[in-house]
């Protein structure tokens, strides 16, 4: 407990474990925190994966257990006769090995359904290693979403003070209702509200980003983390493209391709054994004061009433059923896939549609600033015009967070983050 207690971004194997995964990637800087950094750290410390990595080691181990021949046995037969004739020993003794020898290659059967199940535990780190990058990606995006709506909120909060500043003095001079001043005075305390909802929001996710990370709440109280992963925006994503991606990339897809082949290796033992190993015991016995030298073959199953029928049904209904996985994660991925894009370009259009109307407001706001410059205007127009602006801008956000959020479920759809190598993309 006092080791995960005392977990930072600043231990020294973690800055090591950065700069060697790195690399020269620009995006990818140690001592700069934004996703590919703390992606980085996620699986360093993250204790799903550890479980995962164990569970790896020990399907290497039984690759090992399944290359293993058979030891042989040694006998040492001993007795002795009550009645032995006079002269003769009553002793029996010897010494005997039972050398078994599996025959049909077993063995390399079975070297083959381990490997293949240790190959699809390598990728099963890759499957859980992704999620964590997932989760953690999701939980970065609700704190840039937090942080950027306080920032707004605030200065939503200083225009609609300075509203009602000015609609309390025009109130004061009947130049105002009292309605007309109450309802800023609501509007105001709606606000705020929403301020502390998403200061909240902001705690709560930074607790969240280290707990998927592995470190105590507090570790990233005070670190700066970056969001430019965030201002990327893809003009276009083809569905055909993405499609292909998800199908040769997704680790679960591949893990169960791996566990597929370890059924039909599994057969393959199953109809080996239909045939049966051979035994050979050499051996020597004093008996009785003779000495007999053996060279016997012993113990072969005879296959009479079974040729090992049942376990091949079996094996063969397991495989079946690991075909019907490949089968089904195939289909899920390419569902997800054609979900994922459809959402990304709904929520691309609500993103130019409120990039539209914001652009007007700025233009509004413009003119307005013009005509106040020039004396046309007062100073409530110019409050009221910007105060109009700044909803049409926390509008856009959300819908940029729509957009980023769509952009995940994409990426989680295909398991591999979305680069400007495969689709051109735009910063917002």
Not at 337 to 353: I, K, P, S
Request: net charge neutral.
């Amino acid at each position: 407990m006092k080791a995960f207690e005392t977990r930072t971004l600043d231990n020294p194997d973690l800055r090591s474990y950065l700069a060697a995964h790195c690399g020269n990637s620009e995006a990818c800087t140690p001592g700069v925190w934004n996703l590919n950094t703390l992606t980085l750290a996620a699986f360093y410390f993250s204790p799903v994966l550890d479980i995962a990595r164990t569970r790896y080691n020990a399907s290497q181990a039984a690759v090992v257990s399944a290359g293993q021949n058979l030891n042989p046995t040694l006998q040492l037969p001993f007795g002795y006769s009550t009645n032995a004739k006079a002269g003769e020993s009553p002793y029996t003794f010897g010494l005997g090995l039972d050398i078994p020898i599996e025959t049909a290659g077993k063995r390399g059967y079975r070297v083959a359904q381990a490997q293949q199940l240790s190959d699809a535990a390598r990728l099963n780190i890759g499957n859980v290693a992704w999620q964590v990058r997932s989760r953690l990606r999701s939980h970065l995006l609700n704190f840039y979403a937090a942080t950027r709506r306080v920032q707004m909120l605030e200065q939503q909060i200083t225009t609609q003070q300075e509203i009602i500043a000015m609609l309390d003095k025009r109130l004061a001079v009947g130049a105002a209702s009292a309605p007309e001043a109450n309802q800023a005075r609501i509007a105001l305390a709606g606000y705020r509200v929403d301020l502390a909802h998403a200061q909240q929001a902001g705690q709560d996710e930074r607790a969240q980003i280290a707990a998927v990370i592995g470190l105590p709440a507090d570790a990233l109280a005070n670190v700066q983390i970056g969001f430019e992963v965030f201002a990327r925006v893809y003009p276009e994503i083809p569905s055909d493209d993405a499609r292909r991606q998800a199908i040769l990339n997704r680790a679960d897809v591949l893990a169960a391709l791996s566990e597929y082949a370890a059924s039909q290796a599994a057969l393959q033992l199953e109809i080996a054994r239909q045939y049966p190993d051979i035994h050979i015991g050499p051996g020597y016995t004093f008996d009785a004061g003779a000495h007999k030298f053996l060279l016997p073959a012993s113990t072969i199953s005879l296959p009479l009433f079974n040729q090992n029928q049942g376990p091949i049904a079996e094996a063969g209904a397991r495989r079946q059923e690991a075909a019907a996985r490949v089968n089904a994660l195939q289909a899920q991925a390419i569902s997800e896939t054609g979900r994922a894009v459809q959402n990304y370009r709904a929520a691309l259009d609500n993103l130019r549609l409120a990039e539209s109307l914001l652009s007007a407001r700025q233009r509004q706001l413009r003119d307005i600033q013009k005509t106040f410059n020039a004396g046309e205007a007062d100073r409530l127009t110019l409050a009221l015009a910007q105060h109009v602006f700044e909803d049409n801008a926390l509008a856009r956000q959300d819908a940029l967070v729509q957009v980023q959020a769509a952009i995940g479920q994409l990426e989680d759809a295909m398991q591999r983050p979305l680069s400007a190598a495969d689709f051109p993309a735009k910063p917002e």
